[in-house]
């Protein structure tokens, strides 16, 4: 099936407003639907079909999938390139916009798997939103930009390892799979990309989702300044309550936030949950 042709045939117009850049290698889309591990028993979702050439390597290998697209204007396009798949469909719907319930709904209320081929300009916003309540998502195999990627993956005292890194790794393993040159794209993006394989798990136990967010936004806050100083500020600790807190946790008074492992922050939460405000 020749993509571009379609698109010329249909007046597609690029925009990039939507940061549009599909990928028509065969080769390289069957093996991003390999690194997501898909399986003829999951349930797909892919977020940004774009012209719906992930979305039928996918089909090939799942039971289902279902596909968002925010871009109207590919509706022709869509309905051309996914005429053959008919275990695939497509919604011009916002990711961003959907509720929890609404994707579980869409994946029969089933376990499901997230592979797509996503809009650098919201990766971690869309990340955090599958990550931050999980619930039937078994995982996520991504294509984003190369930078974000390495940080997902980071290792503390690193210049990549951030709140984002923390974030991810206390709910999933991450794993890149293989990094992909600019050129793999039509058009091809002003940068390398790579893809990132998530599978989720609860091997941390965070027991206070909204606590452990905090301290972890609180110790990256100012990157220059201490955790203690951090801490401070964030949960209005008197100085001796914080200093008590680090020595609970065997740290360092003057220990930075980005020398912390996944497994520190978890433990610093804890000792932070009675100075988290409980929601009514």
Not at 10 to 19: A, C, I, M, T
Not at 43 to 69: F, Q
């Amino acid at each position: 099936m020749d993509i571009k042709k379609i698109l010329t045939d249909r007046s597609f117009r690029f925009n990039k407003q939507f940061g549009q850049n599909f990928i028509t290698d065969n080769t390289l889309l069957n093996a991003i639907v390999e690194d997501g591990d898909v399986s003829p028993a999951d349930n797909v979702l892919e977020i940004g079909a774009g012209a719906g050439t992930l979305t039928r390597h996918i089909a090939r290998h799942a039971n289902k999938v279902v596909a968002l697209e925010i871009d109207r204007n590919l509706r022709e396009v869509l309905d051309v390139t996914l005429s053959d798949c008919p275990n695939a469909s497509y919604l011009i719907k916002d990711v961003m916009k959907m509720s929890t319930s609404e994707i579980r709904q869409l994946m029969d209320n089933k376990p499901y798997r997230v592979v797509a081929n996503i809009p650098y300009y919201i990766t971690t916003p869309i990340i955090m939103k599958f990550l931050e309540d999980p619930t039937d998502l078994i995982g996520m195999c991504l294509t984003m930009q190369k930078e974000v990627a390495l940080r997902l993956v980071a290792k503390e005292n690193t210049k990549e390892y951030g709140a984002i890194t923390v974030a991810v790794q206390a709910v999933s393993d991450v794993k890149v799979t293989r990094i992909i040159d600019r050129t793999s794209f039509f058009p091809p993006p002003e940068v390398d990309s790579a893809v990132v394989r998530l599978t989720v798990n609860d091997k941390y136990g965070v027991a206070d989702d909204e606590c452990f967010r905090k301290t972890v936004r609180a110790a990256f806050a100012m990157r220059r300044k201490t955790l203690y100083n951090n801490l401070c500020a964030a949960f209005g600790l008197d100085r001796q309550t914080c200093a008590e807190i680090l020595r609970k946790c065997d740290f360092r008074p003057d220990i930075r936030g980005e020398a912390l492992s996944v497994g520190q922050f978890v433990l610093l939460s804890k000792h932070l949950k009675p100075y988290c405000p409980v929601k009514s």
